[in-house]
C-alpha cells in the first residue's frame, strides 16, 4: 500500500481481555517495527523484524507481549492477560532493507490506540 | 546507555517567529545517527532529517534548519517564520552504528503556532 497501514485505529478492552493488533507495511520494506507511546512520551522500542523473523526483541515488557510476521510482511502484536498500564498508542513502522552500518528512515502509522479499563 | 533530552515540553509562539527545539543526547558510541520527527494531531510520524555522526554541517531545508555540534552533544531544530501548520509535537531521535531503526526518542516537544 501506498503507506503503513494500522487496525483497528481504537481498541477498547478489559483487564485481562487477549488483544491484538495487526499492522500492514510499505509493500517491498523487509524491516517491520513496533513502537509503544504512553501519554506526553516518545515512541519506545517493541520489536524488530527482518523478513519473518524477530531481528531484536528486547523491547517487549514481559512475555505478555508477543509478535509474529509469518510471511514477512503482515505483522500482528499480540498482548495477552491485558492490564490498565498496557494502554497506549501502538505504532508500527516500516524500511527498507538496513544496509550495513546505517539507520533506517521510519516510515510509520497512525497507531492504534489501546485502552484497557 | 544512550539518552535524549528534549527540556522543552511546550513552546508557543506566534506565527511568522522564528522558534528553536533543543535536543541534548548521550551516548558511548562513535558512529550514530540523529533523526527529527513531527508528529501532527493526525499522529502518524513524519520524518523530517536524518544526520550521522560524522557529518556535522548544518543543514538548511525551506524554513527549517539544524544545528549540530558533537562539542555540547546537541542537535537543535529551527523554524524560521513559523506557521500555524506547524503545530505539532517534535521528537528528537538517536540511533547507534547498525541498531537499525531501533530509535531512541527525546519525549518530545509540543510547539503551538498561534496565528
Known amino acids: 500500500g501506498a503507506g503503513v497501514s494500522q487496525t483497528p485505529s481504537n481498541k477498547v478492552t478489559e483487564k485481562g481481555k487477549y488483544v491484538e493488533l495487526r499492522c500492514d507495511p510499505i509493500s517491498g520494506h523487509t524491516a517491520l517495527y513496533w513502537y509503544r507511546q504512553s501519554l506526553g512520551q516518545g515512541p519506545e522500542f517493541l520489536i524488530y523484524f527482518q523478513g519473518t523473523g524477530a531481528a531484536d526483541d528486547s523491547g517487549l515488557p514481559n512475555d505478555r507481549f508477543f509478535a509474529v510476521r509469518p510471511e514477512g510482511s503482515v505483522s500482528t502484536l499480540k498482548i495477552q492477560r491485558t492490564e490498565r498500564g498496557d494502554s497506549a498508542v501502538y505504532l508500527c513502522?516500516?524500511?527498507?532493507?538496513?544496509?550495513?552500518?546505517?539507520?533506517?528512515?521510519?516510515?510509520f502509522g497512525a497507531g492504534s490506540r489501546l485502552t484497557v479499563l | 546507555a544512550q539518552k535524549v533530552t528534549q527540556a522543552q515540553t511546550e513552546i508557543s509562539v506566534v506565527e511568522k517567529e522564528d522558534v528553536t527545539l533543543d535536543c541534548v543526547y548521550e551516548?558511548?558510541?562513535?558512529?550514530?545517527?540523529l533523526f527529527w520527527y513531527k508528529q501532527p494531531p493526525s499522529g502518524e510520524l513524519v520524518f523530517l532529517i536524518r544526520?550521522?555522526?560524522?557529518?556535522?554541517q548544518n543543514e538548511i531545508s525551506g524554513r527549517y534548519s539544524w544545528n549540530f555540534q558533537k562539542s555540547t552533544s546537541s542537535f537543535n531544530f529551527t523554524i524560521t517564520a513559523s506557521q500555524v501548520v506547524d503545530s505539532a509535537v517534535y521528537f528528537c531521535?538517536?540511533?547507534?552504528?547498525?541498531?537499525?531503526?531501533?530509535?531512541?526518542f527525546g519525549q518530545g516537544t509540543e510547539l503551538s503556532v498561534k496565528p
Open positions: 551516548t558511548r558510541d562513535t558512529t550514530y545517527y
Open positions: 531521535a538517536l540511533t547507534a552504528y547498525n541498531q537499525g531503526g531501533k530509535l531512541i
Open positions: 513502522a516500516s524500511s527498507l532493507p538496513t544496509a550495513a552500518g546505517g539507520a533506517n528512515v521510519l516510515t
Open positions: 544526520r550521522n555522526s560524522f557529518d556535522e
